[in-house]
């Protein structure tokens, strides 16, 4: 089971108290974007086998929304954080990179 720590209340949360929320981290694009751009805003999303960054929703709990690293193929969880964080904290970052070398914030975006 996945266990995630909501960065909000301060509780480690089992899955089935969570909502998913999708893709963390999105560019948004509204009125004077390209038809391409607002097509992907919309619809396109990373599905990756491997370090993700998602919005979830401690539903069960707080109520609020907060992102989360993990990796999808082993489940692995690398931090939470505000979800009025424009890009992962450093720490979060940090410990990635220790775990996954090849891996790049820069890569996400
Ligand atoms: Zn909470």
């Excluded at 948004?28 to 919005?55: I, Q, W």
């Excluded at 539903?59 to 931090?79: I, M, P, S």
């Amino acid at each position: 089971m996945l266990i995630l720590h909501c960065p909000n209340c301060g509780q480690d949360v089992d899955e089935t108290d969570l909502h998913a929320g999708g893709e963390a981290h999105l560019k948004r694009f509204g009125p004077g974007s390209t038809d391409d751009e607002f097509e992907d805003y919309l619809f396109r999303r990373a599905n990756p086998k491997g370090v993700h960054f998602e919005r979830w929703h401690h539903t069960y709990g707080c109520g609020k929304w907060f992102l989360a690293a993990r990796c999808t193929a082993t489940l692995e969880v690398f931090g939470t954080y505000s979800a009025q964080t424009p890009e992962p904290p450093q720490d979060i970052k940090d410990a990635i990179k220790s775990r996954r070398p090849d891996w790049t914030w820069e890569s996400q975006s």
